[in-house]
């Protein structure tokens, strides 16, 4: 019997890696019946006396972002039940933003892909995953790019 699993929540940059983990999320997901609940950070650039995470971005990115979202669920979880969640944040902040949505939906686990960055990449672009995991009030699942390859069903 699996973990009882209600609601997965899955980071998503609509990259091959994210989108690998995401049906990860979904065979865990029809397992135990929970709800997948997709998320994309839109950047924002720092603006003063802007919040640094946003739940509306009101632009034309937070637009794309939802039919991308949309068009993901329709073609990978016909029969799942899904949410979609687009929120806005400060580059440095996107880690946050997805700790927030968590507590926000109250979620059991999360599931999202690492990019295996290191070295000078890793010093100046962080590690969204690793901040995640560092503030996360649930577990957190995390894939390396090697282990996701051929994961993603056409």
Same mark, same amino acid.
């Given at each position: 019997m699996p973990y009882p699993f209600?609601? &997965?929540?899955? @980071?998503l940059q609509f990259d091959e890696h994210s989108v690998a983990a995401m049906t990860l999320a979904k065979e865990? $997901?029809? $397992?135990? +019946?929970a709800t997948i609940y997709l998320l994309h950070v839109v950047p &924002?650039? @720092?603006a003063l006396g802007e919040a640094? &995470?946003?739940?509306?971005?009101?632009?034309? #990115? #937070?637009?794309k972002a939802n039919a991308m979202l949309e068009e993901l669920a329709d073609k990978y979880l016909k029969g799942i039940k899904h949410e979609r969640i687009v929120r806005g944040a400060f580059p440095s902040e996107t880690a946050h933003a997805v700790?927030?949505?968590? /507590? #926000?939906? /109250?979620?059991d686990l999360i599931v999202m892909a690492t990019h295996g960055r290191t070295g000078l990449p890793h010093?100046?672009? +962080?590690?969204?995953? #690793? +901040?995640?995991m560092r503030?996360? @009030?649930c577990p957190v699942l995390t894939i390396k790019p090697e282990h996701l390859a +051929?994961?993603?069903?056409k």
């Open positions: 209600r609601v &997965i929540l899955s @980071p865990m $997901a029809e $397992a135990s +019946g &924002i650039l @720092p640094s &995470i946003t739940e509306h971005v009101d632009s034309v #990115e #937070e637009q700790i927030e949505v968590a /507590k #926000e939906i /109250k979620a010093f100046f672009m +962080g590690s969204v995953t #690793e +901040g995640v503030g996360a @009030p +051929g994961r993603v069903q």
